[in-house]
C-alpha cells in the first residue's frame, strides 16, 4: 500500500484526501496539523506522496520542504503543494523545485485531486525509483492518454520527467530541458492540435491580456474538441528513450514552422524551433498531427551520494584495481559512485556493476560472512565509498529511517526479481 501524508488544517483539503482515498484501496492516508509530526512521519514512514499545504498557517511549509531537501537521495519526488491563491502558486513555481509534482490552489485541489490520485494509481511504478531500472531489463514501453486539461498534462509531464532523473538516466540539466520540450510541444497538440487555436487567435487572446488557460478552458468545452484526446507513448531503453506525442486534431503545415524563425516581438511561436535545441531526432509525421523526438540517457553515470555517507572519503579505483576478493573475511559495505564493476566467481565473471547497482557487497555486510566474489575495476575513473560495518550502523542508529529506506530498496528488489523469476518459469514450463 503506498501512503500518502498530508500536512495541513484546511478542512477543505483534509476532507478532499479523505474522500479521495477511500475511492482507492492501493493508498493509505495520513494527516497532520503541526510540522514536527509531519517531518517526523516522513523521515520515518517514507510516504510516498506528500501534500504540503501552504494555505494552512499554522504549518511552516518551508521546514517540511527543508527537510525534504537535507537528503533528496532520501526523499525524493512526490510532493503535491497547495496555494491559498495563484500568486503563491506562481511563486513557487519559479522555484523549479525538483521534489514537487503538481502546485494547485486549495479550489485546484478540491476539484481535481482525485483525478491527479487516479494518474497516480495507474501508474505506481513510476514513484518508488530509486535504482530499480537495470533490475526491471532496462527498457520500459507505456503510455499516457489525457484530454485537453493543462493541469493533466502538466502532472503527466513532471510524473515522467522524474521518474527518468530519479532513476539516474538524466542529468539535472537534461531533466530542464526535457521538460521544457515535453510542455511546449503538449501545449502546441492541446492548442493547435485538439482545438483548432489559430496562431492569430491567440495572439489576439494574449493581446488583451487574456489567459491562455482560459482560452484553452472556453475551447475544450465546445462539443466539436470535448473528447479529442492527447497520447503520449515512452520507450525508455538503456541508452536513449523516445517519446511520440498523437493529438486528434487535422495536423498542421509542420514544413512551414519548422523553417520560420519568430520575430523578437512575438508573443508566442518559438516552442517547436525552441523543443529542437532542447531534444534529437525531432519531426513530425506527413500529417502533423505526431511528433516523435529522443534523449540521450546517461550511462554509467555518478550517483548521487546519499546523506547518510557524506562523511566518508570517495576512493578512485584504476583499470583491473581489485576492490575486495572472493573468500576474504571483510564486511565493509561499498556504494557506487561512478564507473563499472565486475563480479567474478570462481575467476569466471558473473555479471558487471554500474552505478545504477547501487551497492558492492551487501551480501557479506548483511550476512557477517566472506566474499562470496572478487571485484575489478574495469576501466578508470571507478569511484566507490567504502563504510565500515560499525561506522554504518552507528550512522543507522543516529539515522533509523536510513535504515528502513534501504530494507524498502531490497525488499523492493527481492520482489522484482521473484517475479522475474515466476515469469521464466511459466515460458520454460510452456516450452515443455
Known amino acids: 500500500m503506498k501512503k500518502i501524508v498530508t500536512a495541513s488544517t484546511n478542512p477543505a483539503v483534509t476532507k478532499t484526501i479523505t474522500n479521495a482515498c477511500k475511492s482507492f484501496s492501493?493508498?493509505?492516508?495520513?494527516?497532520?496539523?503541526?510540522?514536527?509530526?509531519?517531518i517526523s512521519f516522513i523521515n520515518y514512514e517514507l510516504p510516498d506522496i506528500k501534500v504540503i499545504d501552504y494555505s494552512s498557517p499554522s504549518i511552516d511549509c518551508d521546514e517540511i520542504m527543508e527537510a525534504i531537501h537535507s537528503d533528496s537521495w532520501l526523499h525524493y519526488g512526490g510532493v503535491i503543494a497547495v496555494c491559498k491563491d495563484r500568486q503563491k502558486a506562481i511563486e513557487l513555481a519559479e522555484l523549479k523545485d525538483d521534489?514537487?509534482?503538481?502546485?494547485?490552489?486549495?479550489?485546484?485541489?478540491?476539484?481535481?485531486?482525485?483525478?491527479?490520485?487516479?494518474?497516480?494509481?495507474?501508474?505506481?511504478?513510476?514513484?518508488?525509483?530509486?535504482?530499480?531500472?537495470?533490475?526491471?531489463?532496462?527498457?520500459?514501453?507505456?503510455?499516457?492518454?489525457?484530454?485537453?486539461?493543462?493541469?493533466?498534462?502538466?502532472?503527466?509531464?513532471?510524473?515522467?520527467?522524474?521518474?527518468?532523473?530519479?532513476?539516474?538516466?538524466?542529468?539535472?540539466?537534461?531533466?530542464?530541458?526535457?521538460?521544457?520540450?515535453?510542455?511546449?510541444?503538449?501545449?502546441?497538440?492541446?492548442?493547435?492540435?485538439?482545438?483548432?487555436?489559430?496562431?492569430?487567435?491567440?495572439?489576439?487572446?494574449?493581446?488583451?491580456?487574456?489567459?491562455?488557460i482560459e482560452l484553452v478552458k472556453n475551447k475544450a468545452q465546445d462539443p466539436k474538441y470535448k473528447n479529442r484526446?492527447?497520447?503520449?507513448?515512452?520507450?525508455?531503453?538503456?541508452?536513449?528513450?523516445?517519446f511520440r506525442i498523437t493529438d486528434s486534431g487535422d495536423g498542421f503545415d509542420w514544413r512551414k514552422i519548422m523553417d520560420r524563425r519568430a520575430a523578437d516581438d512575438d508573443t508566442h511561436g518559438r516552442g517547436i524551433s525552441?523543443?529542437?535545441?532542447?531534444?534529437q531526432k525531432l519531426s513530425y509525421n506527413e500529417k502533423g498531427n505526431q511528433v516523435t523526438f529522443q534523449i540521450a540517457n546517461q550511462v554509467n553515470s555518478v550517483n548521487a551520494i546519499p546523506g547518510i555517507m557524506k562523511p566518508f572519503d570517495v576512493l578512485e579505483y584504476k583499470d583491473k584495481q581489485i576492490v575486495c576478493r572472493q573468500d576474504e573475511m571483510t564486511n565493509d559495505l561499498f556504494f557506487i559512485v561512478a564507473g563499472r564493476f565486475g563480479v567474478y566467481v570462481n575467476l569466471k565473471l558473473n555479471t558487471v556493476l554500474t552505478p545504477s547497482d547501487m551497492f558492492i557487497g551487501e551480501m557479506a555486510f548483511l550476512l557477517n560472512d566472506r566474499r562470496t566474489a572478487t571485484v575489478m575495476a574495469v576501466g578508470n575513473n571507478c569511484k566507490l565509498i567504502k563504510v565500515p560495518k560499525t561506522a554504518f550502523l552507528s550512522l543507522i542508529r543516529k539515522n533509523p529511517h536510513y535504515g528502513i529506506f534501504l530494507s524498502k530498496m531490497l525488499a523492493q528488489r527481492l520482489a522484482?526479481?521473484?517475479?522475474?523469476?515466476?515469469?521464466?518459469?511459466?515460458?520454460?514450463?510452456?516450452?515443455?
Open 229 to 242: 484526446k492527447i497520447k503520449i507513448n515512452y520507450s525508455i531503453h538503456n541508452k536513449a528513450s523516445a
Open 416 to 432: 522484482l526479481q521473484s517475479q522475474t523469476a515466476y515469469v521464466l518459469q511459466q515460458k520454460l514450463e510452456a516450452l515443455q
Open 26 to 38: 492501493a493508498f493509505s492516508c495520513n494527516i497532520f496539523g503541526d510540522t514536527d509530526s509531519i
Open 99 to 212: 521534489n514537487i509534482l503538481s502546485i494547485l490552489t486549495v479550489t485546484e485541489f478540491v476539484q481535481n485531486f482525485t483525478r491527479l490520485l487516479r494518474i497516480i494509481d495507474q501508474n505506481q511504478q513510476f514513484l518508488y525509483a530509486r535504482g530499480m531500472q537495470d533490475i526491471v531489463g532496462g527498457r520500459e514501453e507505456g503510455s499516457f492518454v489525457c484530454g485537453n486539461d493543462l493541469l493533466d498534462i502538466r502532472f503527466y509531464i513532471n510524473f515522467l520527467v522524474s521518474y527518468l532523473y530519479n532513476t539516474n538516466r538524466i542529468s539535472s540539466e537534461d531533466r530542464m530541458n526535457l521538460q521544457m520540450a515535453l510542455t511546449e510541444l503538449l501545449a502546441n497538440a492541446v492548442e493547435h492540435g485538439n482545438l483548432d487555436i489559430s496562431y492569430q487567435e491567440k495572439t489576439e487572446w494574449l493581446y488583451k491580456g487574456g489567459d491562455i
Open 274 to 279: 525552441l523543443s529542437k535545441t532542447f531534444v
